[in-house]
């Protein structure tokens, strides 16, 4: 048979080059002298010098049975001499090295061949976009698809690599987040997701879809269930949360995300019955509470940027962000010195469900207030100083509230009159000495002739 005849003639050409290339005092088998070659090729010397290998090793790949000892080491030979090599990558796609690998890892069960010729293809598609678009043009969407749905950790990374890289064609991203290309993206997270595996290429190709495009709304519902939210969605929106945690200042954000989350938060409470206090910190396992729990964290750091444009911030507080993170704090119970106090009232309120809730409920606030008199005011109108002074004490169950709470009270307080003026509104019995207040130079005191208290300066 012609591919007998082609096999034949590679390998034999191909053990003259190891014999050329490796003496025998070397290696002692043509598998030590192939390793010796991989091990050369990871420098910039070694892949320059072999670069006549590599239509060697193409030729003899297409004829390689899977069980071939030869296989997985060329596939990682040929991945090395493609890394950062322009004249080894040119040379690759000259040689239909794309049509070749494709073939191969489509037609492997093996999830280390699969993950090395993803490599080389993911190598390749670096070095400019005549190769992007072959690897691209060779693989979506059907071999995407069916590459995606291996499901093993392993192919996932090298195959976000792959993606991320072809997609920063505009045409490409926007096939990308079609219906297909939605697909293969949640069959990627179904993998991951199932092991908590994570690696550098999956959260930037999540970043680029979700955060800085407008396509997170599609990708959040393709990963629901009719039976409520899933794992793969708390999965989703803790990597976006952890992403723009680390890389904050870095990472464009676009409208659309922003109130897709704030639809999130509004919804998510609704799966979570806040009966139990909850006694983990995120992640908890429940994906209604991660999902809530990441959201509000990711909608902290959006407040937190000065440097969005102004109408970021703006549309989620059109879209009555202040009144529902104030709605949540009313509904929750007190922080755990209050409770003390309070301890035989019959008034049933909300239970936190995740160490650190009402500590990101209040993180949100502060920071959507600080230097913006809109959302100052609105704090007031919506009678939420108060709520907001109570988490100003220590609960046991929320890490830093209190901390944060200063800091939110600090900047509903900063420069706006009229917030300094309400608590004056305040019925209190006695003085009320609060460490938010303390911050600013003032306290709380009471007028025994109005029966109010009223904010004086500290040294009154």
Known sequence: MES??????????????????????????????????????RTSHGRSSLSETLPVVLRLLPSLPDSHPFLLPSLRLIRNLCGGDASNQNSFLLSNG???????ILGVADPQIVRAGLQVLGNVSLAGEDHRSAVWGRLFPEGLLELARVRDRCVADPLCMIIYTCCNNRGRLVELCGDQGLTIVSDIIKTCSEDEFREDWLPLLLSKISLEESYFPLLFDKLGSADGITSEQAFLVRLLAENLDQRCNEVTISDAFALAVLKIVDRAPRAIDFVSRGISCLPTGDPAI????????????????EDLPQTSVDSLILSGLIRLLLGLLRDLEPPTNIRTVLKNSDVMMKACPYRGFRRDVVAV?????FRRKRVQDEIRNENGILPLLQQCSVCDENPFSREWAIWAMRNVFEGNEDNQKEISKLECRGAV????????????????????????????
């Open 98 to 104: 794309v049509d070749d690998v494709s073939s191969l």
């Open 365 to 369: 606030l502060g920071n959507c207030a």
């Open 4 to 41: 007998e005849i082609n096999y034949g003639e590679a390998e034999d050409h191909f053990r003259r080059i190891l014999a050329s290339t490796i003496p025998s005092t070397t290696a002692s088998t043509d598998e030590e002298a192939l390793q010796i070659l991989i091990d050369s090729s």
């Open 433 to 460: 000495d609060n460490p938010c207040i303390t911050e600013l130079g003032l306290r709380v005191a009471w007028d025994q002739n109005s029966g109010h208290a009223r904010l004086v300066n500290i040294t009154t």
């Open 290 to 305: 991660d999902v809530l729990g990441y959201s509000l964290i990711i909608l902290r750091n959006i407040c937190a940027r």
